[in-house]
């Protein structure tokens, strides 16, 4: 019995990183062992004496004050990570209250607040990089919850809320299962909240959140996302950041557009450009200044479509010189994919593979574009368009696996389909209980070697994915049970026994079903 293979797809989270840095009680007794409760770090009663002291006084803007220090000193000192940054919230309340009965204390509240917002992001970094070295759930769980301490010290700062997203989705990647895929989904209200609050949001964060979304089976909030990301980036104009040693002073020679002009500045800076499209060109160098200009950091990153596309850094006297053709970058070309998938996940099938072949229009050598599109004409019975896109996947990309086995899946299908049709011919000419005439068994004949070179020109590609999949790769059992099929129709025995334990090995059988690779 032959059996028609199906598309194989994958989802992976793209990388993520870190983003740049943009933080007494005379006359009442309660007042009184609140302080000293604080002295000996017993936090909990320093808290239960200055709510006593609010009850007696609900406008007491001095124990307002003390309990924001109670409830940030029970967060650094008793907290766990998971009450770390609800700490921190409930300190801000009280500050507000402080505040709101006493104005006066605004500006010290303010200082005090941009020394702890500094103190916590610096904190939930050091962590963050620590985690990226020790690989401990533990330890991007405590960056986490610093992060999300700073924005709670400063909820419009949006980079502690992006890095607080950051961090909680290396945790849930590292506990895996169920319970990872759970940890994954509560940073989508993060992200969203950053969104909200970013002016220009990252480029990373639209695609992860796609993706978070796709990974919860919601394709319409994945769609939406997408859309509104392509719709933001290819808005935004490019640009040189000028970034290093903060003061430094540069000059530059620019050109873009077919002009040429000199600009000099300090870090950081941004220098905005006309065009989009040809070379652009960037020499910048640090102005001699004396030793600490020397010694000082340079570095210079070019930037369209809300994408860093190149960068170069010095701590010499050297010139940078950056040098990109813009009419070959493609900065939203993941993007676009997020959206071209969501849009099939959606079921609107039709719309994706218009979209599709529009990309491909634009993008004739992306082999991303290629096997998504030839995997949906798989997926669609569709066979002879899917091995044309599949072919042309595999001419890109040759040591892809899943692109090696659809293209060897479409001649496979083809095959079958040809060979139901050779099965039904003959039925029909037996039924009528007489020989075939010479036209039907030529047609016979023709569907038959038709069908015989399907089957054969579906083995060289899915002996490649199943070479590119090694011993115990993740498609190796699919490559292998499709070529069983294959051997066994071109009637080649001895390669058939070779294959045919790697294609029973497991409990699987069949491919997983899509299209999608990100």
């Known amino acids: 019995m032959t059996i028609r293979q199906s598309a194989l797809f994958a989802l992976v989270l793209g990388s993520l990183g870190l983003v740049a840095l943009s933080g007494c009680s005379a006359g009442n007794p309660n007042m009184s062992a609140a302080e000293d409760a604080m002295e000996q770090e017993r936090y909990e009663r320093a808290l239960a004496n200055v709510d006593s002291a609010i009850a007696q006084d609900s406008a007491n803007a001095e124990a ?14 008793t907290a766990p990570a998971n009450e770390y940054k609800r700490r921190y919230r409930q300190a801000r309340k009280a500050e507000e209250k402080a505040i709101e009965f006493d104005p006066g204390r605004r500006s010290d509240i303010k200082n005090q607040r941009e020394l702890a917002f500094i103190r916590e992001y610096q904190k939930g970094a050091d962590t963050f990089n620590q985690a990226q070295q020790s690989s401990q759930k533990s330890d991007y769980t405590r960056a986490a919850a610093y992060f999300g ?6 909820p419009d700062s949006t980079g502690p809320i992006l890095n607080e997203a950051f961090a909680r989705l290396q945790a849930a990647r590292l506990e ?14 993060i992200l969203e909240r950053y969104l909200k609050r970013e002016d220009e949001p990252t480029k990373d964060a639209y695609n992860i959140l796609a993706q978070l979304h796709r990974q919860d089976d919601r394709p319409e909030a994945a769609l939406d996302v997408t859309e509104r990301a392509l719709e933001d980036l290819s808005g935004r104009p490019t640009h040189f950041r000028v970034q290093g040693t903060r003061g430094l002073s540069y000059t530059a020679t620019i050109e873009a557009g077919g002009s040429s002009r000199q600009v000099e500045g300090t870090t950081p800076d941004r220098i905005e450009l006309s065009t989009r499209d040809g070379t652009v060109t960037g020499a910048f160098q640090k102005q001699d200044g004396g030793k600490k200009q020397a010694k000082g950091r340079l570095r210079v990153s070019l930037y369209t479509q809300g994408t860093e596309v190149s960068n170069s850094q010095t701590t010499a006297l050297e010139e940078i010189t950056i040098s990109e053709d813009l009419s070959r970058a493609t900065p939203l070309a993941e993007l676009q994919n997020q959206r071209l998938s969501a849009l099939n996940n959606t079921g609107n099938t039709e719309a994706a593979m218009k979209a599709y072949r529009q990309q491909i229009e634009n993008n004739p050598e992306n082999a991303r574009y290629r096997y998504n599109y030839g995997s949906l004409l798989l997926n669609s019975d569709r ?14 990309d040759a040591d892809d696996p ?7 899946a479409a ?18 000419v037996m039924a009528k209980n007489r020989k075939p005439t010479q036209e039907e068994a030529q ?24 070479q590119l999949s090694g011993p115990s790769g993740q498609y190796r059992q699919n490559a292998c049970s499709a070529l069983l099929q294959a051997y066994v129709q071109t009637e080649q025995t001895e390669k058939a026994e070779e ?10 059988g069949n491919a997983t079903s899509g299209s999608d690779e990100n």
């Open 64 to 77: 307002y004050t003390m309990k924001a220090r109670v409830l940030r000193q029970m967060a650094d000192s």
């Open 149 to 154: 301490a700073a924005s709670a010290i400063q």
């Open 176 to 189: 895996g299962g169920d319970q990872g895929m759970q940890e994954m989904s509560n940073v989508i209200p």
């Open 383 to 396: 066979y002879e368009a899917a091995i044309e896109q599949l072919a042309k996947a595999v001419e890109f």
């Open 402 to 408: 899943k692109k090696q086995y659809n293209l060897g």
């Open 411 to 428: 001649y496979l299908n083809k095959g079958v389909v040809l060979q139901d049709s050779v099965v039904s011919a003959r039925d029909s």
């Open 443 to 466: 047609m016979i004949k023709n569907l038959d070697e038709k069908r015989l070179q399907f089957f054969q020109n579906a083995i060289p590609p899915l002996e490649k994915a199943r």
């Open 499 to 508: 294959v045919k334990q790697c294609a029973t090995a497991g409990t699987g």
